[in-house]
């Protein structure tokens, strides 16, 4: 009669799930490693999309500050082009709507005037696509501008704040 | 004698080798494929920019880094796109795509309306072919010459061809200084072969078919067609002419660049109309210079015969009616006359 020595038999059994296990636990670790750097990849992706609202909205307000619609020259905004500018223009001009304040450098005492045509040009604030400007999730910069009175022929210093929706 | 285990241990080492050597293999070809292309829309991303800060600031560029690219594509502008993906440009951009490129700003100047562009060019000849002597035909050399840059890297050069001789080409400050004073040329047909990137334009009244470059054949008034194998397109001024030339010998064809120009003068024109008309009524509430204001916005933006609705009809033409071009050209005129009134008034 054959006698099976069970204490062989158990120790080559162990032995085959020590590598079963140590190979299970090596494809987990490269598994690990990949979706690692996948997920750090997608999460740069998510800073650089702010990233490039920021340098997007800065671009923007640099073509504002140059286009022959709103400027008297470059640099230099001209504030009868700024009554006449609405929202659908600027969608046209720019291929989006862009919430723009554009507020006159107030002295102390001052209050703020939103222009419209019958007050013109005793006024101060400009405001483009304020539905837009009311909605939240919006970034942008704001920036010392010059602004041509038209009527008066003096150039102000003014602040152009403009902003971009973020989705 | 090898036991089981032993064979066991042979065969799920090998799996598990196998196993890392595919995910390695896998992984690093996706992750380098994935950088290229990355690499790539980081590129056409900074040429944007550059051709936005070019728009801007007006100062000029070269760019350089498209020397890797496999393809260069722009069929659908304002997109330049390549084999990674596309990138829309947000200034009036006319590309013809190379590996070393200048990047420019010039003005259309309509007189009460300036329209910005943006070139953006590989190194490049152009040759010249005026068959007829005349004030205007010596003019559209003058004014196609003016809007190439100066470049001596990429390097854009200006030059003549008759007959089957083609002479040396120089740089374009050089060559509008030589051809300052019309003189007639005595040339005849240019039958010559050119290579990649030499751009043939003859100039002449007669009825010829080239079987290379284009022929631009003025009407008057500025405007005339310019002819190309079996196509023809009305021009009203230089960058029209530009437009098809960077279009020859691209898989897109010079009706694309043509088509994009024109729409986006137009549109802007039109929009421009209307805008300065309404900011001549405010001018005229406002009791300045009311009489002139009031003319000015009748020729911008009123009835058919108004700047706006004339551009809107060229729009609707298809660029086809040349009747058109040359009463938006006399509007402009008028426009621009009456500006000058207000500026002398002290309105503008």
């Known amino acids: ?167 | 004698m090898i036991s089981v285990f032993q064979v066991f241990k042979i065969i799920m080492g090998l799996f598990i080798a196998g196993f890392f050597f595919y995910i390695i293999l896998n992984f690093t070809g996706i992750y380098t494929w994935f950088q290229e292309s990355q690499q790539e829309i980081l590129i056409m991303q900074n040429f944007r920019d550059t051709v936005r800060n070019t728009y801007v600031h007006d100062i000029p560029a070269e760019f350089r880094h498209f020397e890797n690219f496999e393809e260069l594509r722009y069929d659908d502008p304002p997109r330049i796109s390549s084999l990674s993906g596309d990138v829309s440009m947000d200034a009036p951009l006319f590309l013809k795509p190379g590996k070393n490129l200048y990047i420019y700003r010039k003005t259309l100047d309509l007189g009460w309306w300036r329209f910005q562009w943006v070139g953006a060019l590989p190194a490049m000849k152009i040759v010249f072919n005026p068959l007829d002597y005349s004030q205007e035909y010596w003019g559209i050399m003058q004014g196609l010459a003016g809007i190439f840059p100066q470049s001596q890297d990429p390097q854009i050069t200006l030059g003549f061809c008759t007959g089957n001789r083609e002479l040396e080409g120089v740089e374009r400050d050089y060559f509008i200084s030589a051809i300052r004073q019309p003189r007639d040329l005595n040339f005849s047909l240019c039958t010559r072969d050119f290579p990649e990137n030499y751009f043939l334009i003859i100039i002449s009244s007669q009825d010829l078919k080239p079987s290379n470059g284009v022929l631009v054949k003025p009407t008057g008034n500025g405007t005339g067609y310019v002819y190309y194998k079996n196509n023809s397109f009305i021009y009203s001024d230089p960058l029209d002419i530009l437009a098809i030339l960077l279009g020859l010998d691209s898989l897109w064809g010079p009706d694309t660049l043509y088509k994009y120009k024109n729409t986006l003068l137009f549109s802007e024109l039109q929009m421009a109309a209307k805008k300065e008309a309404e900011r001549s009524e405010l001018m005229r509430l406002n009791r300045r210079c009311v009489d002139t204001y009031g003319e000015l916005g009748n020729i911008l933006c009123s009835d058919e015969n108004s700047i706006c609705r004339l551009a809107e009809s060229i729009m609707d033409s298809g660029y086809s009616d040349p009747g058109d071009f040359q009463r938006i050209k006399i509007l402009n005129k008028e426009a621009e006359d009456k500006y000058k009134e207000l500026e002398a008034e002290g309105c503008e």
């Open chain 1, 1 to 167: 009669m054959r006698v099976i020595d069970f204490r062989k038999v158990r120790k080559g059994q162990f032995g085959m799930m020590e590598y079963i296990i140590l190979a299970l636990f090596m494809v987990v670790i490269v598994m690990a490693i990949v979706f690692f750097l996948f997920g750090w990849e997608f999460g740069t992706a998510q800073r650089e999309v702010l990233d490039q609202a920021y340098g997007k909205s800065l671009s923007l307000i640099s073509l504002f500050s140059h286009s022959e619609f709103f400027t008297e020259k470059d640099n230099m905004l001209d504030d009868s082009k700024l009554m006449v500018s609405k929202c659908e223009d600027i969608e046209a001009i720019f291929g989006e709507k862009l919430c723009i304040n554009i507020t006159s450098v107030l002295f102390v005492g001052d209050e703020v005037k939103p222009c419209t045509i019958s007050n013109y040009p005793d006024c101060n604030h400009w405001a483009i696509c304020q539905d837009l400007c009311s909605q939240g999730n919006l970034l942008g910069y704001d920036v010392p501008v010059n602004i041509y009175r038209r009527i008066s022929g003096v150039t102000e210093l003014g602040v152009l704040d403009l902003r971009i929706g973020v989705s």
